[in-house]
C-alpha cells in the first residue's frame, strides 16, 4: 500500500511539494536577501500550503526534462529583487550562478514591470502559479505571434519573477534549445524578457517581439480566475515604489522655498541741478574729439 501524506495523492505528494520548494528557497538565501529571519519567511508563504492542498487532485507530478510543473510557488521582487533572484538559478548539475544580462542598463529592469491585468490581487509578496509549461512549441515562433496564441488558449504568459521561480525550482526546466521568454513583463515597448543559456548558466536578457529564434519559446501558464494566488502580505513597499538598489535615498517633501532674487544696486544719486555727473563729462569730451555736437550731429572742422 502506497503511504501518502496528508495533502497528497499516490502519483503526487502536492504538500510534500510545496514544502519542498519552501526548503529551496530558504537553501538559497531568500531570507536573508528579504532581510527577514527563515523562520519569518516560512511562515508568510505558509498559508499558501492549504491552497495546494485543496487542489491536489487536479495536480500531477512536475516533469521539469519536459518542461512542466504544476505549480510555483514565486517571490515578488518587493522581497527579492530580480537581480538577487537571477543570481541565485543556475543549471541543472552544474553550480555557476545566473546572470543578467549587459543589455539591460543600469536600474532598467525596475522599468519591466508585470502587465496591470496579470498582476496577483493585492500584490502580495509571494504566489502562486499553476499549470505551467516552458513552451518550446513556440520556439521558431514570432513571440508577438506565440503570446497571441497562449492568450487565445486562455492561458497566461509568465513574468520575470516567475521564469525565475521556474528555474530556481526546477534548474533542468532550462535546456539547450529550449529556452523561454517571459512576456508577462513587459516596460512599453517592443522588448520581452527571456532565459537563455551563456557560458554554462541561466542569463536574463530580452528580445524584440517580432524576431524568432530557434532556441527560444514562450512560457505559459493557467489562465483565468485561480491561475495566480495570492494572499502574502508583502512587508515592503511594491518594487516599483522603491529607487534601484544602487540608488536607494532618503526623500524628503517639503514646500519649496523660494529665493528672493538679489536686489539690483542702486543707480548712483543724480547729479545736483546746473551740474554735469563724471560720467556726462566724459561722454560729452568724447563726442568734441569725435566731431560730435552734444546734440549728436556730426559737425566737419573746418566748415
Known amino acids: ?151 487565445g488558449r486562455g492561458r497566461t504568459t509568465l513574468t520575470m519573477e516567475e521564469g525565475l521561480a521556474l528555474v530556481t525550482q526546477y534548474p533542468a526546466a532550462l535546456a539547450k534549445n529550449k529556452c523561454f521568454s517571459l512576456g508577462a513583463t513587459r516596460c512599453g515597448d517592443r522588448r520581452v524578457p527571456a532565459l537563455w543559456i551563456s557560458e554554462g548558466a541561466p542569463k536574463l536578457g530580452w528580445c524584440w517581439e517580432g524576431n524568432p529564434h530557434t532556441w527560444l519559446g514562450m512560457a505559459s501558464a493557467d489562465g483565468g480566475v485561480g491561475a495566480r494566488v495570492g494572499g502574502v502580505g508583502a512587508g515592503r513597499q511594491p518594487a516599483r515604489f522603491r529607487c534601484p538598489p544602487s540608488s536607494r535615498r532618503a526623500t524628503t517633501w517639503a514646500p519649496a522655498v523660494t529665493t528672493p532674487a538679489s536686489p539690483r544696486p542702486s543707480a548712483a544719486p543724480p547729479a545736483p541741478a546746473g551740474r554735469r555727473s563724471p560720467a556726462r563729462r566724459r561722454r560729452v569730451r568724447a563726442a568734441r574729439v569725435n566731431g560730435r555736437t552734444r546734440s549728436g550731429v556730426v559737425a566737419t572742422p573746418g566748415v
Not at 505549480?71 to 543570481?87: G, Y
Not at 539591460?104 to 502587465?115: H, V
Open 1 to 151: 500500500m502506497v503511504q501518502v501524506q496528508a495533502g497528497g495523492t499516490a502519483e503526487f505528494d502536492a504538500g510534500g511539494e510545496f514544502d519542498r520548494q519552501v526548503a529551496r528557497l530558504l537553501e538559497a538565501g531568500y531570507p536573508a536577501v528579504a532581510g527577514v529571519p527563515e523562520e519569518e519567511f516560512a511562515a508568510r508563504v505558509a498559508p499558501l500550503r492549504q491552497v495546494v492542498v485543496d487542489r491536489a487532485a487536479e495536480l500531477s507530478a512536475p516533469e521539469p526534462e519536459n518542461g512542466r510543473v504544476p505549480f510555483l510557488l514565486v517571490v515578488s521582487r518587493a522581497l527579492v529583487p530580480v537581480e538577487e533572484a537571477v543570481a541565485r538559478t543556475t543549471l541543472a548539475g552544474k553550480s555557476k550562478p545566473g546572470i543578467v544580462d549587459r543589455h539591460y542598463k543600469p536600474g532598467e529592469l525596475e522599468r519591466f514591470t508585470t502587465l496591470e491585468e496579470l498582476r496577483p490581487a493585492g500584490e502580495p509578496a509571494a504566489h502562486l502559479l499553476f499549470g505551467v509549461e516552458r513552451g518550446e512549441e513556440f520556439c521558431g515562433a514570432v513571440p508577438a505571434d506565440a503570446m497571441a496564441e497562449i492568450a
